[in-house]
């Protein structure tokens, strides 16, 4: 591994997080489906795993690369500040630009609706996936992989029951179990494009570097906002979910100084 570039290590290090969706997808092959409670855990779960890895993992990394570019203190936090928007903004444009009118014209009547939302989850379970393996990738460029490989790991963790989730909505609009993992597998699979992009923009421009970890960093903070955590307190489990994201949380932390 030592005589592998950062860009093919980023490139790696996504596909082996991303390929996680796959794994956490299983279950529904062999008809093992966890409850809906013990699905919102673990998707509690993910979200601690992200936001910590945003923090620890991204955006403290971020003002100590920004620090000796500037002798004004006040540049660095400032960098970061606008680079945190940036990624969270580049997300919220992804969500609401995506074209995806076709699920909204499907059924029509009482069964419209939880197809749209089923889709809608699948979609946006795709389009935080990207700035995830982003996150990867920039953390190899920026690391190797005492930089990249606690950022995989955690990913890679929080990435099973996010596949795990699609496949059973999946199943439960009456898909076909191998149909359903299919799908799930498969929105992990844009981790690896982001991971080439972050860790290639890195490699090439070392002062882009507080900017890309930042921006890496407020995309995944939209994410966790914006879908993840209302998702987990649709159904009434908001203590389960609040449970799964402290130990996720602290589960990253751990990592990130063990393996960091």
Known sequence: M???????LGFLGSLAAGSLTAVGAAPVLFGRIPSRATRDLSLGFAAGV???????????????????????????????CVSILLGMGAVALMNEKLPHEHFKTGREGPEAAPLRRVWLFIIAITIHNFPEGLAVGVGFGSGGMEGGLPLAVGI?????????????????????????????????????????????????????????????????????????IPETHRSGHQNRATLGLAVGLVLMLFLDVWLG
């Open 2 to 8: 030592d005589n592998l570039s950062p860009i093919m």
């Open 50 to 80: 992200m936001l910590s890895a945003s923090f620890f993992s991204l955006i403290i990394p971020a003002l100590d690369a920004a620090e000796p570019m500037f002798e004004n203190g006040a540049m660095p936090a400032a960098i970061v």
């Open 156 to 228: 890679g963790l929080q990435n099973a029951p996010e596949g795990l989730a699609v496949a059973v909505s999946l199943l439960g609009e009456g898909y076909l179990k191998l149909r359903a993992w299919g799908i799930a597998a498969l929105t992990g699979m844009v981790e690896p494009i982001g991971g080439l992009l972050g860790a290639g923009i890195i490699t090439l421009s070392e002062p882009l570097l507080p900017w890309g970890l930042a921006f890496a960093a407020g995309a995944m903070l939209y994410v966790i906002s914006h879908e993840i």
